[in-house]
């Protein structure tokens, strides 16, 4: 008796598995602009980000520069999980924001210029919005900038 139900137990743990197997999955992969005024004006963003590291997207004009520190990535990640996708994004752009202030301030530097969107290698160059990327579960952004000192 106990051979007969192992052998019926391995029968229909076998079929679930080719059943669950051929299920087609798709997994959620939308991209989306979202506006870096609001990412900025959030009250986490006013809390955390140092007035004294100033950020240029895309072509924003800005003082000159004295020395330029090279360029630098930042990519970051949430879990989107009971979050709208904006605010996912605008936890995801203000993470991104931190740690390129961390290493103006490491650097000393005091801005970061020519910040544009780098999500998936897709590069977006723009005054005023950020590629963002989110999935199932997880949100991200990639950026790049120049870490620099700024004239006074």
Same mark, same amino acid.
């Given at each position: 008796m106990e051979i007969n139900l192992m052998k019926g137990f391995i029968a229909v743990f076998m079929v679930t598995i080719v059943v669950?197997?051929?299920?087609?999955?798709?997994?959620?992969?939308?991209?989306?602009m979202y506006s870096i005024s609001e990412a900025l004006n959030t009250e986490d963003a006013k809390q955390k980000l140092d007035k004294? !590291? &100033?950020? @240029?997207?895309?072509?924003?004009?800005?003082?000159?520069? =004295?020395?330029?520190?090279?360029?630098?990535?930042?990519?970051?990640?949430t879990n989107a999980f009971n979050k709208t996708d904006e605010r996912?994004?605008?936890?995801?752009?203000?993470?991104?924001?931190?740690?390129?202030q961390e290493r103006a301030q490491r650097m000393g530097g005091n801005a970061v210029?020519? !910040? &544009?969107? @780098?999500?998936?290698?897709?590069?977006?160059?723009?005054? =005023?919005?950020?590629?963002?990327?989110?999935?199932?579960?997880?949100?991200g952004v990639t950026f790049l900038g120049n870490v620099v000192q700024l004239a006074k």
């Open positions: 669950l197997g051929s299920v087609n999955v798709e997994a959620r992969d939308d991209h989306g004294d !590291i &100033r950020f @240029y997207f895309g072509d924003q004009s800005h003082p000159k520069i =004295t020395k330029d520190f090279g360029e630098f990535m930042s990519n970051k990640k996912a994004c605008q936890w995801n752009f203000l993470s991104a924001m931190i740690s390129f210029v020519n !910040i &544009r969107s @780098y999500y998936k290698k897709h590069e977006i160059s723009s005054q =005023t919005e950020f590629e963002c990327g989110t999935g199932t579960f997880v949100s």
